[in-house]
């Protein structure tokens, strides 16, 4: 069974960075994608940015670009997203997930596997 456990969320002010963690078990996710997303209080869940394992290419929403990286540990089976400049708006829950398959998928209901999720909130 596929676990992932996202961690390092907390409470930073605008310009601070974060580094969030997504600890991966209970598969072999050397052909996996792995997905950053978030979701604000009243909307919907956003994508935030997406990497393939086995090959290390990416894809990142606008929002984000420049500020925001995604990297893995194969050792360790993690996924990170650091996370510079930090603004109010990006505050959010941060979830991780996991799926199968080839592409880079942005949609939320392409994933197969979720973490719990970690808060994100930024002051201004």
């Known amino acids: 069974q596929v676990q992932l456990v996202e961690s390092g969320g907390g409470l930073v002010q605008a310009g601070d960075s974060l580094r969030l963690s997504c600890a991966a078990s209970g598969h072999t996710f050397s052909s996996a994608t792995m997905g950053w997303f978030r979701q604000a209080p009243g909307k919907e869940r956003e994508f935030v940015v997406v990497?393939?394992?086995?090959?290390?290419?990416?894809y990142y929403a606008d929002s984000v670009k420049g500020r925001f990286t995604i990297s893995r540990d194969n050792a360790k089976n993690t996924v990170y997203l650091q996370m510079n400049s930090l603004k109010p708006e990006d505050t959010a829950v941060y979830y991780c997930a996991a799926r199968a398959g080839i592409g880079l998928p942005t949609n939320p209901e392409d994933y197969e596997h979720w973490g719990q999720g970690t808060q994100v909130t930024v002051s201004s």
């Open positions: 990497i393939k394992w086995s090959t290390g290419s990416t």
